[in-house]
């Protein structure tokens, strides 16, 4: 597992450094590829079964903590409508089309259309948002703030995912009367808001903002708080309740901090999710990628499932350039908007085995081929859709919003060609100097 991580870590960014694809892609199609031409599955194995299935419920913990930690909160209070609009109708339109879709051609029930629905649906801005960051640091897209709108927006969609989803799985998974599958779907967010609000508030108030361990504190405070109801969340069958209390938790801290002289995005704990976000990320995509399995698919299924993707996510992309219009961005941006909502990656790649790890013990056999279908889906979505938002952000960016710009695409992309080391000082020099404006979300 480690070499096989390791491989597609170098890879991923090998493809990065001489593409514009995002390096999740390399790691995906690695993991993929190992598990199609490799010798061994070493997922047969109970020990690394086991440690895959509990790193995906440390995995939420750090990309459900990181994002909001650098959420802009008085950009989307003076943009409410714009910001949520985006987060949520591509959303619903994609995981009602997905599931119509799923319904129509793979002749899945409604019931695995609407969960397979609730997981594609999710865009990732981990994939988009370092180049329209870039973008905007070049003077494209300043004059209706899209960075801004893109980052905040794809964060909240990650929420309202993560809230939608898991009141979705414990609903289908669960045995319970629908009496109680009712009342806990209604609960679940509302409890998940009340602990994300209280913990937040603990991590601000301990230890004493002065201390000298302070950051060291908090960000455990966070993580084991994380840790505590995400597992409790899902023995009790509660889910939903623990991706939005982490969220709103390392919402309300970051929000109390900033007014204790740590900038939103700029602070010591966001700084240490950071760091961790870049030793987990490998191990996510690639065993995730590891999930994809070819000899389950014959040439029908596979054009059929490309069909139900790409069907949906066009119905979502038409969805985000109206909202887009209806919220006074130009044609252009409107359609950049809408590009950059096609990536699918993080969420994805963590929910890619819930399926086959919720389905009950008695479940028939088409249940269970279909919950393994699911992988597969999920895999093949990560890698054609991330690497389209991937090139088509870079490619359009400078021509969607080049009214905006003072330079020529083609000075962009020879900017793009920096070294690491001179773009991460660059970036770097960019943050201090204006700490409070920049974003640099990744979820």
């Known amino acids: 597992m480690s070499g096989v991580i390791i491989a597609a870590y170098c890879f991923g960014h090998a493809l ?71 987060a949520t109708l591509p959303w619903i339109i994609e995981c ?13 029930q409604w019931k695995w259309g609407l969960h397979l629905g609730a997981i594609l649906s999710s865009v990732s801005p981990a994939v988009i948002v370092p180049t329209v960051v870039a973008l905007k640091e070049r003077g494209l897209g300043t004059k209706h703030e899209i960075a801004l709108l893109v980052g905040n927006a794809g964060g909240l969609d990650t929420a309202f995912t993560e ?15 629908l009496t109680y599958k009712i009342i806990k779907g209604l609960l679940a967010i509302f409890v998940g808001i009340c602990l994300g609000i ?40 509660w889910g939903g309740t623990s991706g939005v209390a982490i969220m709103v938790c390392a919402g309300v801290a970051a929000t109390r901090w900033s007014r204790r002289g740590w900038p939103i995005n700029d602070n010591p704990v966001s700084e240490v999710y950071k760091l961790l976000w870049r030793i987990f990320e490998p191990m996510l995509f690639t065993l995730s990628g590891y999930f994809l399995d070819v000899s389950q698919l014959n040439t029908k299924e596979l054009c059929l499932i490309i069909g139900c993707i790409i069907s949906a996510l066009f119905l979502r992309m038409l969805t985000a350039f109206l909202v887009g219009l209806a919220n006074n961005l130009s044609i252009k941006e409107s359609v950049f ?3 950059t909502w096609i990536p699918k990656a993080i969420v994805e790649a963590v929910l890619v085995r819930v399926a086959a790890d919720s389905i009950l013990a008695d479940a028939s056999e088409e249940d269970k081929r279909t919950a393994a279908q699911h992988a597969n889906i999920i895999v093949i979505a990560i890698l054609i859709t991330s690497t389209a938002g991937s090139v088509l952000t870079t490619a359009l960016g400078p021509i969607l919003l080049s009214q905006d710009s003072r330079i020529s695409p083609g000075d ?32």
């Open 337 to 339: 908007v809408s590009v």
């Open 16 to 86: 990065e450094r001489f593409t514009t694809i995002n390096p999740v892609v390399g790691m995906t199609f690695m993991g993929a590829l190992y598990r199609n031409l490799g010798t061994t599955n070493f997922l047969e194995n109970s020990t690394a079964d086991s440690i895959d299935f509990h790193l995906r419920r440390i995995y939420p913990v750090i990309i459900l903590t990181k994002g909001p930690l650098s959420w802009n909160w008085e950009y989307i209070k003076n943009n409410p409508v714009k910001v949520f609009s985006l």
């Open 96 to 108: 009602l089309s997905t599931a119509f879709l799923a319904h129509i051609l793979l002749n899945y």
């Open 163 to 177: 809230g939608i989803f898991g009141v979705t799985n414990s609903a289908i998974f669960y045995e319970a009367s």
């Open 198 to 237: 209280a913990w937040g508030v603990l991590c601000d108030v301990i230890p004493d903002h002065n201390d000298l361990y302070a950051p060291t504190v908090r960000s455990l405070l966070i993580f084991g708080g994380g840790i505590l109801v995400t597992y409790a969340g899902g023995y009790l069958g």
């Open 412 to 443: 962009f992309y020879r900017a793009q060609t920096l070294s690491p080391a001179s773009s991460f000082h660059d970036s770097s020099q960019i943050r201090r100097n204006n700490a409070p404006s920049t974003l640099s979300i990744y979820l």
